[in-house]
């Protein structure tokens, strides 16, 4: 069965600094992957995917994520936080053979300081 | 272009009284899919429907959670009769799957927030 770990439940960051966003994954091939952001009383909003092809994955509002294929990681990370970056983000992982579903990490909650 | 619609947005009952959640995907998405999200977890699926068939539901109570899609549209989730573990946020989201295009991404609503007394 696929599963999803993301081990920092609480992480917080002052404007301008980076981020890095850890996420493990487990499942027996290589996965879908996705990054979602979800803001208080939102719906979720995917930040970026992985299907094939380049590890390196660009998103939108200037995230990106690299897949590890040998650490089955695909961290999210950004070079300067904004305050509006403050929300939860959550890794998911869907298989190859049902790509309709998606298992979700439990998020990891954001804070950016002034 | 209008994103996923659901409804009502909060919703507060008591216990033992049903209760329905309403949603219309992105126009022209195939396959919708119901998730769970209670607080502090990631979403957890409940049902998946391509089109009007419901594909995946073997994460859905099925003693007490009932759900339809009966044109290919908008869909119902109903949970008769609530129980207190029910408070949760209850998600609605759409892709277009399996057709040429199709991005397989899946497009949330704003979910509907349910407190149980």
């Known amino acids: 069965a696929q599963s999803v770990t993301q081990p920092d439940i609480h992480i917080t960051v002052s404007e301008g600094a980076s981020l890095e966003l850890r996420c493990n994954y487990s499942y027996g091939a290589t996965p879908y992957l996705f990054w979602y952001v979800q803001s208080p009383g939102q719906g979720l909003q995917l930040l970026l995917k992985y299907f094939s092809g380049d590890t390196l994955v660009q998103g939108i509002k200037g995230f990106e994520a690299e897949f590890k294929r040998s650490q089955s990681s695909f961290n999210l990370r950004k070079p300067s936080v904004h305050w509006s970056d403050a929300a939860e983000y959550f890794c998911?992982?869907?298989?190859?053979?049902?790509?309709?579903?998606?298992?979700f990490g439990q998020g990891t909650i954001l804070t950016v300081h002034p | 272009e209008a994103g996923v619609v659901q409804s009502p947005r909060y919703k507060i009952i008591e216990k033992k009284q049903p209760v329905a959640f309403w949603c219309n995907p992105i126009?022209?998405?195939?396959?919708l899919y119901w998730y769970l999200q209670n607080l502090g977890q990631g979403p957890e699926l409940l049902i998946r429907?391509?089109?009007?068939?419901?594909?995946?539901d073997s994460q859905l109570p099925k003693d007490r959670f009932s759900a339809e899609r009966l044109k290919g549209v908008d869909s119902t989730l109903k949970i008769q009769p609530a129980e207190l573990g029910d408070s949760a946020v209850y998600l609605c989201a759409s892709s277009l799957v399996g057709l040429a295009g199709g991005s397989n991404e899946q497009f949330f609503g704003p979910g509907t927030r349910l407190t149980v007394l």
């Open positions: 429907y391509e089109n009007e068939e419901a594909v995946d």
């Open positions: 126009s022209g998405h195939n396959t």
């Open positions: 998911a992982v869907g298989a190859r053979t049902s790509y309709g579903k998606l298992t």
